[in-house]
């Protein structure tokens, strides 16, 4: 793993949405660890104009979504995304960005990306949720993992996941039972279903790269 890049003295502002359905404190003090301005905003029109968006999300798929919606914010990021915004997704925010998830069918995700998140298969070798460490493996060339020594590894959360079958630009890889998507990028979306604000030093030198190489780039 290279060294955390300096802190620029001009640090670029994201716009953490505060929905009601994600670990904001933590997230918010992981990404100004890793150089960026953070502007925690529950108010959907902060969003036409911000820089950049970070979603996170945590909990059940519908009752996030049911929060992302009620709080308004699903019209403006649609279109900060159409219009090039760069987002990134935290846990289950990464699975926000698909069509939807078998933990809660018919409930609408943003539709940013096609496919569906899918649950782990019943295993009596693994539980779930998966809960620890687990390898990173680069795919592509994700800004995300830009000259990341892979494998890497970082802390997962989770009892759905984002199956390979769904068409990203980059990304990389990881196991539980089930091949499937750790982190991606997709055009101007980005996301990690791990939490990078939990995964020490691996977490802080990927949130770093989304500075660098996405808002600095």
């Not at 716009?15 to 670990?23: E, F, I, K, M, P």
Request: some cysteine; proline content about 8%; hydrophobic content about 40%.
């Amino acid at each position: 793993m290279t060294a955390p890049t300096p802190v620029p003295e001009d640090r670029p502002e994201v716009l953490l949405l505060d929905y009601g359905a994600g670990n904001v404190r933590s997230a918010a003090k992981a990404l100004e660890r890793a150089g960026m301005t953070v502007r925690v905003s529950s108010d959907p029109a902060d969003v036409p104009g911000a820089r950049a968006l970070v979603v996170p999300g945590q909990g059940h798929f519908r009752q996030v979504m049911d929060a992302f919606d009620s709080s308004g914010f699903r019209q403006p990021v649609l279109t900060a995304a159409a219009s090039g915004t760069p987002i990134l997704g935290i846990c289950v925010g990464m699975q926000m960005l698909l069509e939807g998830s078998e933990e809660a069918p018919g409930v609408r995700g943003l539709g940013l990306i096609p496919g569906t998140v899918l649950r782990f298969p019943q295993d009596t070798q693994r539980k779930v949720p998966q809960m620890g460490w687990n390898s990173l493996d680069k795919v592509g060339d994700s800004p995300l993992l830009a000259d990341l020594a892979c494998p890497a590894y970082a802390y997962f959360v989770h009892s759905y996941y984002v199956p390979l079958t769904v068409e990203v630009d980059a990304g990389a890889l990881t196991e539980y039972g089930v091949p499937f998507w750790a982190a991606l990028s997709h055009g101007n979306l980005h996301a990690t279903q791990f939490h990078p604000e939990k995964s020490g030093a691996v977490g802080l030198a990927i949130l770093e790269r989304f500075r660098r190489n996405v808002l600095e780039g």
